[in-house]
């Protein structure tokens, strides 16, 4: 069974930063793909950045581009967001989502991703 447990969220100032984990386990994902969602509150789910577990693919949506970078720790299983001079149109639960394809499309859809994490909560105030 896929687990995937994000953490790191938290509140901040505007134009703060935030590192967040997800943490994976109970699969080996070197053929999966992986993704970062968020949800603000009143507001569908949206993509963040997605990459092949490897590293070779990256792909972030343009509203984070040049602030949030993506980084993983494959020893660890475990894919780190790092969110710089965040805003407050940052603020909503991040998800962490992963599927079972090396070459998921990019931007990523949430309807397509196999396996998601609880959540964790970023909130930026003005």
């Known amino acids: 069974q896929v687990q995937l447990v994000e953490s790191g969220g938290g509140l901040v100032q505007a134009g703060g930063s935030l590192r967040l984990s997800c943490a994976a386990s109970?699969?080996?994902?070197?053929?999966?793909?992986m993704g970062w969602f968020r949800q603000a509150p009143g507001k569908e789910r949206e993509f963040v950045v997605g990459t092949t577990w490897g590293g070779s693919r990256i792909y972030y949506t343009d509203s984070v581009k040049g602030r949030f970078t993506i980084s993983r720790d494959n020893a660890k299983n475990t894919v780190y967001l790092q969110m710089n001079s965040l805003k407050p149109e940052d603020t909503a639960v991040y998800y962490c989502?992963?599927?079972?394809?090396?070459?998921?499309?990019?931007?990523?859809?949430?309807?397509?991703?196999?396996?998601w994490g609880s959540g964790t909560l970023v909130t930026v105030s003005t």
């Open positions: 989502a992963v599927v079972r394809s090396y070459t998921a499309a990019m931007p990523m859809s949430p309807d397509g991703m196999d396996y």
């Open positions: 109970g699969r080996t994902f070197s053929s999966y793909s």
